[in-house]
């Protein structure tokens, strides 16, 4: 099973950009599926995740209404759309997984899932 993580990169403050999480080895299209981020020096930290559905959607407070995290079960994709970046986004991004099954309740800590991507870094100039 692997979770590659795409479209990291150098942005200044303001820029936009989208990552991409795409799984491979089995389907998570029944599972919960989330980003976390970690910056030189600092703990993992949630960033957003997702319902197997995309129903529903939970996001850190320090990024929400800039963030958007979507999913395309058909492609067994995950995707983060990042706007208005800041200096403070920087940082590898992770893509995440759990392995059980339909869940309707977000779990927002490193041990709460099951697979994990290699990271994409982005980093973002003042």
């Known amino acids: 099973v692997q979770l590659q993580a795409s479209g990291g990169g150098l942005v200044q403050a303001g820029a936009s950009l989208r990552l991409t999480c795409a799984a491979s080895?089995?389907?998570?299209?029944?599972?919960?599926m989330g980003w976390f981020r970690q910056a030189p020096g600092q703990e993992r930290e949630f960033v957003a995740a997702?319902?197997?559905?995309?129903?529903?959607?939970n996001y850190a407070d320090s990024v929400k209404g800039r963030f958007i995290i979507s999913r395309d079960n058909a492609k067994n994709t995950v995707s983060l759309q990042m706007n208005s970046l800041k200096p403070e986004d920087t940082a590898v991004y992770y893509c995440?997984?759990?392995?059980?099954?339909?869940?309707?309740?977000?779990?927002?800590?490193?041990?709460?899932?099951?697979?994990w991507g290699q990271g994409t870094l982005v980093t973002v100039s003042s």
């Open positions: 995440a997984a759990r392995s059980s099954w339909r869940e309707s309740r977000i779990p927002v800590i490193r041990s709460g899932y099951d697979y």
């Open positions: 080895g089995r389907t998570f299209s029944n599972n919960i």
């Open positions: 997702v319902t197997w559905s995309g129903g529903t959607t």
